[in-house]
Each structure stands twice: as structure tokens, then as C-alpha cells.
């Protein structure tokens, strides 16, 4: 089934998932079938070995077409900007905190105190935090 993925049937017609999700593709020379994407592929002929036929053919060319494969890179795409994006966040909470201790240990060696002091520097900026979210 993986080489007509996103095919959906509804109401005994096929459509595309993918397809579904874009109205038109800004591309010079590509046309998208509207067909696919609303769910109206509906077979020709009168007996089942010809409608079988007529609904293969059309999801070979379907699904092998440029505009399906523009549509199926850019969802890829979008959920790998969303994963991205959400590692970003991640790594920034990490590099801020990693800032924060280093910026107190700075703090800390600027003005010749001991080593021993960053604990208590440390929670005093818990306890900062803490009264923000308050």
C-alpha cells in the first residue's frame, strides 16, 4: 500500500490525503487535479474488470505524478520544520540555563569569592524564579 500512500476512499470514490491538504501549487507547467483532492474518482465502464482497470490506471497516474510528489515533500517538510522548531526550544532552555551558571560562576570569580559560594548563588536564582512565576 506504500506505493499509493495517502489514498482514502469515501461514498465508494478515491481521493488523495495528501493532495487534500493544498488547493493548488505554485509551480510553472504543474496542474493539481481538484478531483483528488475533494474525493470524486469514480471508475468508467460498465462492468467490474473495466472499472477495476479504469480506477488503477488512474491511481498510477496519480500517484506517480510530479504534482502529488510536490505535495507529499511538502508535508515531509512542514513536520520536519515542526520537529525542528521544537528542538530549538529545547536546546534554548538548555543553553539558557547552561548561561545562567556560567554567568554566576563569572560573577562570582570577578569579585574573588570562593568556589563554595556558587550553591547558595545558585538557589538564590531558584528562588528568583520561582517568585517570577508567582
Same mark, same amino acid.
Given at each position: 500500500?506504500? $506505493? &499509493?500512500?495517502?489514498? !482514502?476512499?469515501?461514498? =465508494?470514490?478515491?481521493?488523495?490525503?495528501?493532495?487534500? *491538504?493544498?488547493?493548488? !501549487?505554485?509551480?510553472?507547467?504543474?496542474?493539481?487535479?481538484?478531483?483528488?483532492?475533494? %474525493?470524486?474518482?469514480?471508475?468508467?465502464? =460498465?462492468?467490474?474488470?473495466? $472499472?477495476?482497470?479504469?480506477?488503477?490506471? =488512474?491511481?498510477?497516474?496519480?500517484?506517480?505524478?510530479?504534482?502529488? &510528489? !510536490? %505535495?507529499?515533500?511538502?508535508?515531509?517538510?512542514?513536520?520536519?520544520?515542526?520537529?525542528?522548531? %521544537?528542538?530549538? *526550544?529545547?536546546? $534554548?532552555?538548555? !543553553?539558557?540555563?547552561? %548561561? =545562567?551558571?556560567?554567568?554566576?560562576? &563569572?560573577?562570582?570569580?570577578?569579585?574573588?569569592?570562593?568556589?563554595?559560594?556558587?550553591?547558595?548563588?545558585?538557589?538564590? $536564582?531558584?528562588?528568583?524564579?520561582?517568585? *517570577?512565576?508567582?
Amino acid at each position: 500500500m506504500e $506505493q &499509493y500512500d495517502g489514498l !482514502i476512499v469515501r461514498s =465508494k470514490k478515491l481521493g488523495c490525503d495528501h493532495c487534500a *491538504k493544498f488547493d493548488s !501549487i505554485n509551480m510553472k507547467g504543474i496542474h493539481m487535479s481538484m478531483e483528488w483532492g475533494s %474525493c470524486s474518482i469514480v471508475a468508467s465502464g =460498465k462492468e467490474k474488470t473495466i $472499472q477495476q482497470a479504469s480506477l488503477r490506471k =488512474k491511481m498510477t497516474e496519480h500517484f506517480s505524478s510530479k504534482a502529488h &510528489y !510536490i %505535495c507529499v515533500k511538502q508535508l515531509r517538510d512542514r513536520a520536519d520544520d515542526a520537529i525542528t522548531k %521544537c528542538m530549538d *526550544k529545547l536546546n $534554548q532552555k538548555h !543553553i539558557d540555563s547552561t %548561561c =545562567k551558571v556560567v554567568n554566576t560562576v &563569572y560573577s562570582l570569580a570577578k569579585r574573588s569569592r570562593p568556589f563554595s559560594d556558587v550553591e547558595d548563588e545558585i538557589e538564590l $536564582q531558584m528562588d528568583f524564579i520561582l517568585v *517570577k512565576l508567582l
